[in-house]
């Protein structure tokens, strides 16, 4: 796919922007800190996956003092031209539209466009908790079958009311209880276990792609490992069953895919308390260029790589080595200052105090 063109409006620091993107290689956005480099980004991700790569809420999305905010984007996909728009409101229910036709539901714009993101946060795929990781495998799924969102948000959906269902038992079971937890227990065990089960078909198309790209950016040739690790054995509704009780004394789900870990090894030691921060940032950069290529095979053709102030965080070679094995198709970059000796990117943009220069 490729993207032409993309227009804010009302969106974080920008009242009105208008960003053009080159049809091909590097599109650099350079800047100080806290003048918008990041938001053209975000703007971009937004309407790949309908949220903030930064985490943020709705709400911080929207400039203040305006009662919504618009991205609009131009862009190729197979051979289609299309003109892509979603508005985030303060108030009321959002709105998309695909070739100014409004789309039935927001989620249906998902899959229009693909991108893969790396930002300064990506460190904490490696050094963060487990629901880091899951929340990863989560994104990589939608992006690459939209059709991904429906089954996790059944899964976050069975897991509040199971939840709320043994809060509310405080530790007592009755006919009543027992009766519902078995409706939530099938329910759960049904999408729970489809969950995983693409999660780990994920993790398996992931990991040499993962070992490929440490190489490529660490410089060195190295033994890595994702390897996705189930909270339950056997069948999950069976599973289920056997912790009920359990469940029940703590009032909460003890075991799901919401308890799921990514072991991520490096030379056969867990990265996350044995690898320098060199070969955790070179590690959590691995992992969204894995999913890059992942995507990229998936779907024929690769997505717009978006890659947020990455020179902050790796040193001198690294950034080079990085910069030496861009995949093909477009890679927009944001940074505060000069490129690496001998990269000459396709349109250079300047940034100042939320206006493209």
């Known amino acids: 796919m490729k993207l032409h063109r993309l227009w804010l409006t009302d969106f974080r620091n920008y009242q009105k922007a208008d960003l053009e993107i080159a049809p091909g290689g590097l599109t650099v956005i350079v800047g100080d800190n806290g003048t918008g480099k990041t938001s053209l980004l975000e703007g971009i991700g937004y309407l790949a996956s309908l949220g903030s790569f930064r985490g943020s809420p709705r709400e911080a999305l929207v400039r203040r003092g305006a009662p919504a905010a618009t991205v609009r984007a131009e862009a190729t996909r197979a051979g289609r031209r299309l003109l892509l728009e979603a508005e985030v409101r303060l108030a009321g229910l959002d709105r998309v539209l695909v070739n100014r036709q ?3 539901r927001v989620r249906d714009l998902l899959g229009a466009i693909q991108v893969s993101v790396f930002s300064p946060d990506d460190l904490t795929l490696v050094k963060g908790g487990p629901s880091e990781r899951r929340r990863y495998l989560d994104a990589a799924l939608v992006a690459l079958h939209p ?9 976050d959906r069975v897991l509040r009311q199971r939840a709320a269902l043994l809060k509310q038992a ?3 079971s009755s006919t009543d209880v027992e009766r519902t937890l078995d409706v939530w227990d099938a329910k759960l065990g049904a999408a729970g276990e489809a969950l995983a089960e693409a999660r780990e078909a994920l993790v398996a198309m992931l990991e040499p792609e993962v070992a490929k790209a440490y190489d490529q950016v660490a410089g060195t040739a190295a033994v890595t490992s994702v390897r996705y690790v189930r909270s339950w054995e056997g069948p999950l509704g069976d599973a289920l069953g056997v912790a009920r009780q359990q469940d029940l004394r703590r009032g909460a789900n003890t075991i799901g895919p919401q308890r799921d870990e990514v072991e991520l090894q490096l030379e056969g030691l867990p990265a996350r308390t044995h690898a ?15 999913t890059h290529a992942v995507l990229a095979g998936t779907a024929g053709e690769p997505p717009v790589l978006l890659l ?12 080079g080595a990085l910069l030496a094995h861009l995949p093909a198709g477009q890679a927009v970059l944001t940074t505060t200052g000069a490129l690496p000796p001998g990269v000459d990117p396709a ?3 300047r940034v100042h105090d939320g206006r493209i220069l």
Request: hydrophobic share 40%; proline share 2%.
């Open 170 to 172: 405080g530790g007592r």
């Open 147 to 155: 059709r991904n969102d429906a089954l996790c948000s059944d899964v």
């Open 308 to 319: 947020d102030d990455v020179f902050s965080e790796l040193d001198e070679d690294r950034a």
């Open 347 to 349: 349109l250079r943009v």
């Open 276 to 290: 320098s921060q060199g070969e955790q940032r070179s590690l959590a950069l691995a992992l969204r260029l894995a």
């Open 102 to 104: 409004p789309l039935r």
